[in-house]
């Protein structure tokens, strides 16, 4: 470690070049990284719905489609824009209600059971089908073509749609969430530091590993929108620690050294050793996410556990070049930081630990129970603007032609018709059905086959199967969908096991049961794994389940603010928050214990949390503002609830767990004192 060290010191101008020229690849990498918007791509590819996409797109050449809504338009100028539609890259098919009539058999000849729900109040509905899936490039450029071409005489919904807006309201905010996490971190910086200097510099080293981290995502391929834009503030709030502790070891060491390369290289080894068991925590939080069945955790957990390797990485060797190369500007703009004195709460806290204890046993199975009841969605709509193109499609198909939910069963062709006619017969009794349209029902209606195109017909029929489409009045994700799909699916596997039900409502019903799934699993398994981080960082079998228990505590408290407050939560938000809110802050609580242990071996229980409350108090204090800095702003400002949400829980996480660490920890470690003696391995205690 000497020789790293002194390495580091002596290189600082050829690592400051490298550096540059890593961030120039980084920028390079971010521009080939390609982002998905699209949440139902992270569902797991062999279940059934999505077995049944993989037809769509396959065998009907439908990896997507889009309903769209035209107003005020003849059937001549329908039928004359969906040739201009068919003519942009990625479109298979269009088709709308003129294709069976023409322009001349009036609207109302049709049964009113099909009309009302392709014609309404001079308003016509569009089915547009495209080549590539739901977020494929080729489709989104299809979808922004067909918005440019239809101008303000069409609304374009479905999934495409919605994709294509969640990437532009994305894209429009992520640079501003990292001003806004920047200038926030800098004011506490500022304020805390006793340079005006050094908290540039700061950011600029996490900015650094940011860069890195975002760049060396071209070997992921891709990445999530969500990680994307959370990327940046997570970093920056996780890391910032790092770069405090060595800039505070620097200054110290400079007084013990005449040299400030010796006194640097004394640092960076004082820096190693803390730093690498408080990020082993947050690193072991993050891959914990990889364990989610929904494989949006492993694209979060790989590139937030990346983020904070390369933190500790620039931390250790950017970091130190820029302090050292600038020592002299930052001797120039000292000033006095503001630190603010806990003494006096530190003696009541000590005073009254048994009070503290008894609050924290009173909190834990009331937060608990309202953690657990916390209300989420599962609706991806709900998360966007209503302003939305998009959203405002899909609420006019919804008021206006009944077109809630609509679903699509792929039946195999050589199902006979008798068949098929019983089988919609008693799809229709199913409560929220609205209507089902096969081939079969169609002919009742008195349009035959031979009266569609073949392009028409090439959509919903082929030599392996036929589609069946079935619209629900009930809501996407909600209960009552859930508990339809469930019996649509136990009517069509008595006619035969291998006909599938796709579509948005039965992928939302899978993502729904993934999730509840993974909500559990990804917080025990969070629990566990930094268990045993802690067994061999602290040496003892007794600290690590107080520690966790105290940090555990604090996320169920800040689950029930929202339980409490009414706030109903995106479906992310809860799986993630627990595993980022321990992993990032048990480091509070490590920080405080290890120097508690450290004064017992001198001093009496009381005494050392004294002394140590007076030592930790103040580095916790804007650890915690720090991380709450860098996401708060963020959670106010953004419009895409996915992002906003989890980074209101994670900000109000960060002072909760800060609140947790300097009143609660303190009379847990002196009340079991006794307890952690005899089962943590450090005989002076």
Known sequence: MDKFAKGICKNKVIIMLVTCVLVVLSFIGMSLTKINYDILVYLPKDIETIKGQDILTDDFNMGAYSIAIAKDLSSKQILKLEDEIKKVDGVNEVVSLYDVLGTTVPVDMLPEEISSHLYEDDTDILFITFAGSTSSEQTIDAVENIREITSDKVLLGGMSSMVLDTMNLSESE???????????????????????????????????????????????????????????????????????????????????????????????????????????????????????????????????????????????????????????????????????????????????????????????????????KVDVYYKIDKSLPSTLESIKANEELKNKFNIVSPEILLVPSDMKSNDINDMVSEIKTIDGIDFVLSFDELKKLGISENMLSNDVVSI?????????????????????????????????????????????????????????????????????????????????????????????????????????????????????????????????????????????????????????????????????????????????????????????????????????????????LLVFDKLISKTTKRKEC
């Open 174 to 372: 992520i640079m501003i969430y990292i001003v806004i996490a920047v200038v926030l971190c800098i004011i506490v910086l500022e304020l805390s530091l006793d340079s005006y200097l050094v908290p540039i510099l700061l950011l600029l080293n996490i900015g650094i590993a940011i860069l890195f981290n975002l760049g060396s995502n071209i070997f992921l391929g891709e990445i999530s929108y969500i990680t994307k834009a959370l990327v940046a503030v997570l970093q920056l709030g996780v890391t910032t620690d790092f770069s405090i502790f060595l800039y505070h070891s620097y200054e110290k060491k400079k007084k013990e050294y005449a040299n400030k390369e010796d006194a640097m290289a004394d640092a960076i080894k004082e820096t190693f050793t803390s730093v690498i068991g408080s990020s082993l925590t947050t690193i072991a939080g993050f891959l914990v996410l990889c364990t989610m069945k929904l494989t949006l955790g492993k694209d979060l957990g790989i590139v937030m556990a990346k983020g904070v390797l390369l933190g500790v990485v620039t931390v250790l060797t950017v970091f130190p070049s820029l302090l050292l190369l600038l020592d002299k500007y930052i001797e120039k703009t000292k000033h006095k930081s503001l630190a603010i004195n806990f003494s006096k709460l530190n003696n009541f806290i000590v005073k009254h630990h048994v009070a503290f204890f008894v609050i924290f046993l009173v909190l834990v199975i009331p937060c608990y129970l309202a953690y657990s």
């Open 460 to 668: 919903f029929k082929n030599d392996k199967y036929e589609m069946i489409l079935v619209n629900s009045l009930y809501e996407v994700a909600s209960d009552e969908l859930n508990d339809q799909i469930t019996d649509l699916n136990k009517v069509v596997d008595k006619y035969d096991k291998n006909i599938i039900v796709a579509g948005e409502g039965p992928l939302m019903k899978d993502l729904i049961n993934i999730s509840d799934t993974d909500f559990n699993n990804v917080n025990y398994s969070s629990i566990i794994c930094i268990l045993v981080i802690l067994f061999f960082v602290l040496k003892s079998f007794s600290l690590p389940i107080l520690l966790i228990a105290a940090i555990e505590t604090a996320i169920f408290i800040n689950m029930s603010f929202s339980y409490f407050g009414g706030v109903v939560l995106p479906f992310v938000a809860p799986i993630v928050l627990g595993t980022i809110q321990l992993g990032a802050t048990i480091d509070y609580a490590i920080l405080m214990t290890t120097n508690y242990l450290e004064r017992r071996k001198t001093m009496a229980p009381k005494e050392a949390m004294v002394d140590t409350l007076n030592y930790c108090a103040n580095s916790i204090f804007v650890s915690g503002l720090c991380f709450f800095a860098a996401t708060f702003g963020v959670g106010v400002y953004s419009d895409l609830e996915m992002v906003g949400s989890l980074c209101t829980l994670i900000s109000r996480g960060a002072i909760v767990s800060m609140i947790v660490v300097i009143t609660i920890v303190p009379s847990i």
